[in-house]
């Protein structure tokens, strides 16, 4: 059973914006830190950005810092956004959202913080 389903990947020029979409079921994550990570091909998947439950803290991986933003409206369904400007190249990845295992802000950047992961949207940057 798929809980996470993001959307809005797709070609994006170099210096181009897009902007990612992860819609989850607010009675069951609504209290829960939710997160992007990132999986290139043949590397490891990495941090991206976080966003506590009331969205009072935030966090971003170093590669994105000052160029991506990660949003998210509480309802019936949760809605997580990430605003990604500016792209490069290495940016081209497959893009995941993760629900954090609690509402905790402890290791909001470590992967096994989190335990319900959607399929992923691919974003490719590129000329």
């Known amino acids: 059973q798929v809980q996470l389903v993001e959307s809005g990947g797709g070609l994006v020029p170099p210096g181009g914006s897009v902007r990612l979409s992860c819609v989850a079921a607010?009675?069951?994550?609504?209290?829960?830190?939710m997160a992007w990570f990132r999986q290139a091909p043949g590397k490891e998947r990495e941090f991206v950005a976080a966003?506590?439950?009331?969205?009072?803290?935030?966090?971003y991986g170093d590669a994105v810092k000052g160029r991506f933003h990660i949003s998210r409206v509480n309802a019936d369904d949760i809605v997580v956004r990430l605003q990604m400007n500016s792209l490069t190249p290495e940016d081209t990845a497959l893009y995941f959202c993760?629900?954090?295992?609690?509402?905790?802000?402890?290791?909001?950047?470590?992967?096994?913080?989190?335990?319900?992961w959607g399929q992923g949207t691919q974003v490719t940057v590129s000329s």
């Open positions: 966003l506590s439950w009331n969205g009072g803290s935030s966090a």
């Open positions: 607010g009675r069951t994550f609504g209290s829960r830190t």
């Open positions: 993760a629900a954090h295992k609690s509402a905790a802000w402890s290791g909001f950047n470590q992967l096994t913080s989190y335990t319900a």
